[in-house]
């Protein structure tokens, strides 16, 4: 039977501020019709459908459009939470969501209980079980493991002694002969992450070791981690990545899906499937003459820009004029500002317009302009003391 593989779509999404619905969009319709292109029997979507826990309007109506497109491909559709999404709100979504034949978990379930999805693959006739493992946080984990296989959450329990266990009761559900699939949204020991998620639900106490897994699945869906990679365990075990790069720190990442081609009797095999709807996401740097030269090489990339030139008033209106998808704007670390500690003490007698010049030289600001603003502002304001001064003294 074959399947494909994808998660961390973060719907929603914003990049400095950008909304990203519209590229969203398109890259999850870039999905459909690789479903409808290649015939899969499911999609899997392994957590972070949203990119917020309260996504917006707009942001839902995409997902819930392309999970509907997904199911009117003929195959599968199971999606799950991840620590973006809100459990009790997929949850919420679960019985209206079965009724257009996609099974939706926020919150993990015994084996028997939904927790293991089971079907039959349309192009084989094999029977698939998938068991489906929502995130958990470090609380979450002990809770889920004392409801779910009865045994003891003592207090000084580490995460992945919980995983497993969640895991061990789920694979009750696998059975012999079937194609016996795991989904999981969690970290991986020795996974390399991908640069956009968020960093204090991928470390420390969060981690898993690959081994966790066992030898009975055919394939590990995992997400979590946004750069597509397979780990060496008994078992495949491999995260999609995103489908989209989701922030600069991901911008040599390559979106794909993985197509999954398993068997009963075989380990799976994998393909990864190029996505190419999204923009890319570039870091550039140089003067602002040099990346205005550089405007039609760089496309509709979006752009985070370091200035190697000194700061100056209206420099960034000028990056901005001649890369418009700039999206973030700094000074090179050569050119930017010297820390202040070292700073030379003021004469006692500077003007207030010679400590000002003293200051932008410090601070790597050479601008004429800044200094006569500077100079025009200070006018004003002691031309205005002077004139209470008189009057009161007149008074």
Known sequence: MKFLHTSDWHVGKTLKGSSRLDEQEAVLTEIVSLAEQHQVDAV????????????????????????????????????????????????????????????????????????????????????????????????????????????????????DQQIRELLTHLKTGFTPGAVNLVMAHLTVSGAVHGGGERAAQTIFEYWVPASAFGTEPHYVALGHLHRRQTLPASCPVAYSGSPICVDFGEQDNTPVVVLVDATPSTPARTTDLPLAAGRRLRTVRGT??????????????????????????????????????????????????????????PKPDQSPSELFSDYCAQRGVDDTRVQALFDELHDTVTSAADAVLTTGTGA
Not at 110 to 137: C, K, M
Not at 316 to 322: K, N, S
Request: aromatic share 6%; proline share 5%; no cysteine.
């Open 288 to 345: 602002v003459a040099d990346l205005a030269g550089r405007a039609e090489e760089l496309g509709d990339a979006f752009l985070r820009v370091y200035v190697t030139e000194p700061a100056r008033a209206g420099i960034r209106e000028d990056v901005l004029e001649a890369l418009p998808n700039a999206l973030e704007i700094r000074i090179d670390p050569e050119f930017a500002a010297t820390a202040s500690a070292g700073r030379a003490a």
């Open 44 to 159: 899997l979507i392994a957590g972070d459908l949203y990119d917020a826990a309260a996504p917006s309007a707009d942001a839902q109506r995409i997902l819930i459009k392309t999970l509907l497109a997904l199911a009117g491909t003929g195959a599968q559709v199971i999606a799950m939470a991840g620590n973006h999404d809100s459990p009790g709100m997929l949850d919420a979504y679960r019985p209206l969501a079965g009724h257009a034949g996609i099974t939706l978990l926020g919150q993990p379930r015994a084996a028997d209980r939904g927790g293991v999805v089971t079907f039959t693959a349309r192009s084989t006739g094999e029977t698939v079980n998938v068991a489906v493992l929502p995130f958990l946080s470090q609380r979450w984990a002990i809770r889920a493991a004392d409801l779910l296989t009865q045994t003891p959450a003592e207090a000084a329990s580490s995460y």
